[in-house]
Structures are given as C-alpha cells and as structure tokens.
C-alpha cells in the first residue's frame, strides 16, 4: 500500500466520522449517549464487527 493510498483512506474516514455531527449534532449527542451506556463486552463485539466488514470490504477489492 503506497502512502497515497493510506492518505485517501484516512481522509475518508474523517470525512465519514464528521458527516453526522455536522448534518445532525443532536442525533449524535443521543447516539454518542447511548454508546457510552453499552457494556465493555458490547462495544468490542462491534469493534468486532467493524473490523470483520473493513478486512471483508479490503478482500473483495483486492482482485
């Protein structure tokens, strides 16, 4: 993976991570709310998940 490559994806992220708080701060108030009510265990499983779709999604496009 060159350095552009690593750029482009982290700039993607960030632009994704501040879609919702810039359309609708106070949906990710309640959301960001909600998140800090879940368990240790819960928050890995969707890290877990998260993770899983991220390498499945890397998989897929690696042809």
Known sequence: MSGETLLT???L???FEG???LVAPAAWR???TQLLQLHD?????FGLLA????????ILNAD
Not at 41 to 45: D, L, Y
Not at 51 to 58: I, S
């Open 9 to 11: 994806a982290v700039g």
């Open 13 to 15: 992220v960030f632009i």
């Open 19 to 21: 879609l919702l708080p």
């Open 30 to 32: 309640r959301a960001f």
């Open 41 to 45: 265990g819960q928050i890995r499983f």
């Open 51 to 58: 993770l899983l779709a991220g390498l499945l999604l890397l």
